[in-house]
């Protein structure tokens, strides 16, 4: 299968000549034209792409923050950067972790051809098994006790996953924004993938905490119920569905966007407005959401629900909980106040 790249830029003559200059390598790639970092996210969340490259300067999003954002919830996917500034300059808004190359514009897109490439020859260095069962060619990596980052690509609906195993355990999964368990539960339901096996794995705790076996058999278990499900359903009901979606006016079904999307394009204006530094989902605050949620309860306040924090700085966040909690930074207290104020509204 063609592995795709999502590109970027609000530039759409560079998107153009991108498109056209490597056509040479169709069989191996094909380009995703995001044209801000907003977009972007959309497409990484119902989208499964091998790596991103990204124009630092764009309209409503910055593209430093949306390498943040990709680190945060997609840190297996590297990045190419590109800008008009120097590499030094870049290195500095935006560290090599993660980062493949740097590219000064104007640069010449056959170079940027050969840092993909270089990459998805990497990315596919154990090898490329086309149209297996991921139950069956798992247990089989399981049994040889491989250490790999295994990209998972399902030849039926074209979504991706990525499944890391060390010694033949599986650590984790992940699937859009889907982790742990549930990412793992959907890979196994796929009937028929293509699997692109790097020999590594980063060093990470076990999400998992199941046997292989374990995980399989409860796939399996899911996908008869949802085949049951399906049966009894009426054809308008259209089946069971993986994630909730709604009907466009040709038939044909879309993926709701999230809450955190849906705040983007709701405070698009305020981002490029600069009445925003930064908005991104970060589960690290977890912890401090659900001591807020806590304090709310005891002291009969109600459900949290948005909660507005200072820094010790003029600076102040907006934290909305959540399972990757959404984190708004703003210039000034009084600022994250008309930002609830818009979100409320």
Same mark, same amino acid.
């Given at each position: ?27 191996? /790639? ?11 996210? =959309?497409?990484?969340?119902?989208? #499964?792409?091998?790596?991103? #490259? ?7 999003? $910055? ?18 950067? /590109?800008?008009?500034?120097? =590499?030094?300059?870049? %290195? ?12 000064? $514009? ?8 050969? #840092? ?8 596919? @260095? ?19 006790? =491989? ?6 690509? &399902?030849?039926?609906? %074209? ?7 060390? &010694?033949? %355990? ?52 899911? $996908? &008869? ?5 399906? &049966? ?15 009907? @466009? ?55 949290? %629900? ?23 930074? #703003? ?5 994250? $106040?008309?930002?609830? =104020?818009?979100?409320?509204?």
């Amino acid at each position: 299968m063609i592995r795709k790249i999502l590109f970027v830029d609000d530039d759409r003559v560079l998107q153009i000549i991108a498109r056209h200059q490597l056509d040479v390598f169709a069989e191996q /790639f094909s380009f995703v034209f995001a044209n801000d970092g907003l977009d972007a996210i =959309k497409k990484l969340e119902d989208g #499964c792409f091998s790596l991103v #490259c990204i124009d630092l300067i764009m309209p409503r999003m $910055k593209g430093v923050n949306l390498f943040s954002h990709i680190r945060s919830h997609f840190p297996q996917m590297p990045a190419i950067i /590109f800008s008009a500034k120097s =590499k030094k300059e870049m %290195q500095v808004l935006v560290p090599p972790a993660g980062v493949l190359d740097y590219f000064t $514009k104007p640069f010449r897109i056959g170079k940027l051809g050969e #840092c993909i490439m270089q990459y998805l020859q990497q990315e596919a @260095r154990g090898g490329i098994m086309h149209n297996v069962s991921p139950p069956v060619f798992f247990q089989l990596m399981e049994m040889e006790a =491989k250490t790999c980052t295994a990209r998972v690509l &399902d030849n039926g609906s %074209q979504q991706g996953g990525v499944l890391y195993f060390s &010694d033949g %355990q599986l650590l984790d999964a992940r699937v859009g924004m889907i982790t742990g368990l549930d990412a793992a539960l959907k890979v196994f339901g796929w009937n028929e993938a293509t699997v692109f096996i790097e020999n590594n794995c980063p060093e990470m705790e076990n999400s998992i905490n199941l046997s292989l076996q374990s995980v399989i058999m409860r796939a399996v278990s899911m $996908k &008869d119920e949802e085949s049951e499900a399906f &049966d009894f359903e009426s054809p308008e009901q259209g089946g069971a569905q993986d994630f909730p979606s709604v009907q @466009r006016a040709d038939g044909s079904r879309a993926t709701q966007p999230t809450l955190f999307t849906e705040i983007c394009e709701v405070l698009a204006a305020e981002v490029a407005a600069k009445r925003i530094d930064d908005i991104s989902q970060n589960i690290e605050r977890r912890s401090v959401v659900g001591a807020m949620a806590q304090i709310g309860e005891q002291q009969n306040f109600g459900a949290f %629900q948005v909660g507005i924090i200072n820094n010790g700085t003029a600076k102040s966040t907006i934290l909305i909980p959540g399972k990757s909690p959404i984190e708004i930074t #703003c210039p000034s207290e009084s600022h994250a $106040k008309g930002i609830v =104020k818009i979100l409320d509204s």
